[in-house]
């Protein structure tokens, strides 16, 4: 490991649809369900884990800030101030507009009150010519004194590939919390794999002799809607394995589906598309590998 290893803490804040899930899903190099714009969870969560040469940095989710309404507004944004306290950078997306809104104006002057060195991303420049980008530019700065001014498309991958870079600057030396295989550390995710295994398991009663195991590959929220697609994976030992979990013209499948969908929708309060599939991995129970990869290791 190199000596100098740094690790730290970011946030990304933004509105809904400024690009939050793409820029990270471009930064990882990888598609995973990351941020749902649901902000009713208080508790800072982990969201996407980058460890490169240089260092690791952990990425967290902030609740909501906005201008408040009511009293769970003025508490949701406490409870946002209170993270930009904690973290080491605070990364803030917005889109390449030449006049700065109501809402930004206002996050702005939240920020104003924190010591974090905020870096604004301008992201979806794609979008705009060069003219403008500089004009929005000039206006940010104005606005307020950000360490750092990024103009970028999550979406091409425009001026993305430097943005770990940019946020090694502004970190520390530091230990590495995480392993640097691990990109999310996602318990959802991993109760709706529990939730699926469990339901099979018991639909298929004892006619899996090895068991199974449950991968969820994708869980995305859809936009603008309050729909969770889940793409999962059954993973068996062996093909006749394989014919008893899909069933008679995909009957058990389907069967399975139904159930776990219904749990997961409960546990996610909200509706959900899933499909699973089925797989088969020889010996997966004896390989290290593919048990990490299944959560497995406690
Ligand atoms: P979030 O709500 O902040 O997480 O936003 P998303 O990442 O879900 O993106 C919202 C929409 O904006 C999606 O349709 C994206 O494809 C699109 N989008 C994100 N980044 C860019 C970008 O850089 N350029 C363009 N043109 N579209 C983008
Ligand atoms: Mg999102
Ligand atoms: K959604």
Same mark, same amino acid.
């Given at each position: 490991?190199?000596?100098?290893?740094?690790?730290?803490?970011?946030?990304?804040?933004?509105?809904?649809?400024?690009g939050?899930?793409?820029?990270?899903?471009?930064?990882?190099?990888?598609?995973?369900?990351?941020?749902?714009?649901?902000p009713?969870?208080?508790?800072?969560?982990?969201?996407?884990?980058?460890?490169?040469?240089?260092?690791?940095?952990?990425?967290?989710?902030?609740?909501?800030?906005?201008?408040?309404?009511?009293?769970?507004?003025?508490?949701m #944004?406490?409870?946002?101030?209170?993270?930009?306290?904690?973290?080491?950078?605070?990364?803030?997306?917005?889109?390449?507009?030449?006049?700065?809104?109501?809402?930004?104006?206002?996050?702005?002057?939240?920020?104003?009150?924190?010591?974090?060195?905020?870096?604004?991303?301008?992201n979806?420049?794609?979008?705009?010519?060069?003219?403008?980008?500089l004009?929005?530019?000039?206006?940010?700065?104005?606005? @307020?004194?950000?360490?750092?001014?990024?103009?970028?498309?999550?979406?091409?991958?425009? #001026? &993305?590939? &430097?943005?770990?870079?940019?946020?090694?600057? @502004?970190?520390?030396?530091?230990?590495?919390?995480?392993?640097?295989?691990?990109?999310?550390?996602?318990?959802?995710?991993?109760?709706?794999?529990?939730?699926i295994?469990?339901?099979?398991?018991?639909?298929?009663?004892?006619?899996?002799?090895?068991?199974?195991?449950?991968?969820?590959?994708?869980?995305?929220?859809?936009?603008?809607?309050?729909?969770?697609?889940?793409?999962? &994976?059954?993973?068996?030992?062996?093909?006749?394995?394989?014919?008893?979990?899909?069933?008679?013209?995909?009957?058990?499948?389907?069967?399975?589906? &139904?159930?776990?969908?219904?749990?997961?929708?409960?546990?996610?309060?909200?509706?959900?598309?899933?499909?699973?599939?089925v797989?088969?991995?020889? #010996?997966?129970?004896?390989?290290?590998?593919?048990?990490? #990869?299944f959560? @497995?290791?406690?």
């Amino acid at each position: 490991m190199n000596r100098h290893f740094k690790s730290g803490f970011v946030t990304i804040i933004g509105r809904p649809n400024v690009g939050k899930s793409t820029l990270m899903n471009q930064i990882i190099g990888q598609k995973i369900a990351i941020m749902s714009d649901k902000p009713q969870t208080t508790r800072n969560r982990i969201q996407t884990i980058i460890t490169t040469e240089a260092g690791q940095i952990i990425f967290i989710d902030t609740p909501g800030i906005h201008k408040p309404k009511h009293k769970l507004g003025e508490y949701m #944004n406490k409870a946002a101030q209170n993270t930009f306290g904690q973290v080491d950078v605070i990364m803030w997306l917005v889109e390449p507009n030449k006049a700065i809104g109501k809402g930004d104006q206002f996050i702005i002057e939240q920020l104003k009150s924190v010591k974090t060195p905020v870096i604004l991303v301008i992201n979806k420049v794609d979008t705009v010519s060069k003219n403008d980008i500089l004009e929005v530019i000039n206006t940010y700065k104005d606005a @307020y004194d950000f360490a750092e001014i990024i103009p970028a498309s999550a979406l091409t991958g425009e #001026n &993305t590939e &430097t943005i770990p870079d940019i946020l090694f600057k @502004y970190l520390e030396e530091g230990p590495q919390f995480f392993e640097s295989d691990m990109i999310t550390d996602q318990p959802e995710r991993q109760l709706v794999a529990e939730l699926i295994r469990e339901k099979a398991l018991h639909l298929l009663q004892q006619e899996i002799p090895h068991g199974i195991a449950v991968v969820i590959d994708q869980m995305k929220d859809r936009q603008h809607k309050a729909i969770v697609d889940i793409d999962a &994976t059954i993973i068996c030992e062996k093909d006749s394995h394989k014919g008893i979990i899909i069933g008679k013209q995909g009957a058990m499948l389907k069967k399975i589906g &139904t159930e776990a969908r219904k749990d997961v929708e409960h546990l996610l309060g909200s509706k959900v598309n899933m499909q699973i599939w089925v797989k088969i991995k020889k #010996n997966w129970r004896d390989s290290d590998f593919l048990l990490k #990869n299944f959560g @497995y290791n406690k």
